[in-house]
């Protein structure tokens, strides 16, 4: 299954959307996107699934959750943002990558994985951080800025975010480096929330998760905070997240998620304030490859 396939699938488990739509949000040609359509529709038929339908100009997919589950179960490619993704998040976890390994588990040419890691390196000098490449070894990250690790952050949310159609690749990256459960997680972060009566959105919840994956990564040296101005909403705060998150979460979790439920409460943070400018900025970024 090519990334034009992937990605239709993914729009249509978020919404059903009209052709002309489609068409546009993927840059391709309506006969193009006829033929990826016909051809999904081949493979959701070897699942004894319903097929993408196309009524009065609208295309939907309408089947149960645990059928998209079974779809990307099936699938073992990944686009190329995926690609950059995964690559992205294997360095700044571990501190080192071998493209050559990765090319051969991840089953794709020379030409594509190095295409890939260019865009990484974009993102990572871009942002201040610094690699250096052992002859016969591979990639060890050197130096890892606080925008690198926010890059890092939000590409882990995605993940997250995406956890019940992620392929085999991505889920076992996922298991991999997350030391928790996504389920009992959220709902302990969701509590907090209520608590504290502020509002929560999918993507946030599941920034939030992320934070925990590496949470060293994202201690309060690594920032020049503003001088906190309402220490008792701090406070509140801190002993809302101390009460809910008492079991489960480390000591180094629960300060980061009292200072970012603060910032982004009070709209002093780069996730509300500036992730737009920045998605934009990156986008430049992967499109000139």
């Known amino acids: 299954m090519h990334s034009t396939m992937i990605n239709i699938l993914k729009i249509l488990?978020?919404?059903?959307?009209?052709?002309?739509?489609?068409?546009?949000?993927?840059?391709?040609?309506?006969?193009?996107?006829?033929?990826?359509?016909?051809?999904?529709?081949?493979?959701?038929?070897?699942?004894k699934l319903e097929e993408i339908r196309i009524e009065k100009g609208i295309v939907k997919l309408e089947?149960?959750?645990?059928?998209?589950?079974?779809?990307?179960?099936?699938?073992?490619?990944?686009?190329?943002?995926?690609?950059?993704?995964?690559?992205?998040?294997?360095?700044?976890?571990?501190?080192?990558?071998?493209?050559?390994?990765?090319?051969?588990?991840?089953?794709?040419?020379?030409?594509?994985?190095?295409?890939?890691?260019?865009?990484?390196?974009?993102?990572?000098?871009?942002?201040g951080s610094k690699i250096t490449y052992n002859n016969g070894k591979?990639?060890?990250l050197i130096e890892l800025t606080n925008d690198s690790r926010i890059v890092f952050a939000l590409k882990t949310t995605k993940l997250i975010l995406e956890e019940d159609i992620l392929t085999p690749v991505q889920k076992k990256l996922l298991n991999n480096i997350k030391k928790f459960n996504i389920k009992t997680r959220s709902t302990k972060l969701v509590a907090i929330y209520k608590c504290l009566k502020l509002p929560l959105t999918p993507t946030l919840l599941c920034f939030l998760c992320a934070l925990d994956i590496k949470s060293k990564y994202f201690q309060t040296e690594?920032?020049?905070?503003?001088?906190?101005?309402?220490?008792?909403?701090?406070?509140?705060?801190?002993?809302?997240?101390?009460?809910v998150g008492n079991i489960g979460f480390s000591e180094d979790y629960k300060n980061i998620l009292v200072q970012y439920i603060y910032m982004i409460?009070?709209?002093?943070?780069?996730?509300?304030?500036?992730?737009?400018?920045?998605?934009?900025?990156?986008?430049?970024?992967?499109s000139k490859y």
Not at 72 to 80: A, G, H, Q, S, V
Not at 222 to 230: A, I, L, M, P
Request: charged share 30%.
């Open 13 to 47: 488990h978020q919404t059903k959307i009209t052709k002309e739509n489609l068409a546009h949000n993927l840059d391709i040609k309506e006969g193009t996107l006829l033929k990826s359509i016909n051809a999904i529709n081949t493979f959701l038929r070897d699942l």
């Open 63 to 127: 089947i149960k959750k645990t059928e998209w589950c079974e779809i990307f179960e099936k699938i073992n490619t990944l686009t190329f943002e995926e690609k950059v993704d995964y690559l992205y998040i294997k360095l700044v976890y571990y501190g080192f990558i071998n493209l050559e390994k990765e090319r051969e588990y991840l089953d794709i040419s020379r030409s594509s994985i190095n295409r890939c890691f260019l865009i990484i390196k974009k993102l990572l000098e871009t942002n």
């Open 138 to 140: 591979g990639t060890e």
């Open 222 to 243: 690594n920032y020049s905070f503003e001088k906190y101005n309402d220490i008792q909403m701090l406070e509140r705060i801190r002993c809302v997240v101390n009460s």
């Open 265 to 286: 409460s009070s709209n002093e943070h780069y996730f509300l304030k500036d992730i737009f400018i920045r998605a934009k900025k990156y986008q430049k970024i992967y």
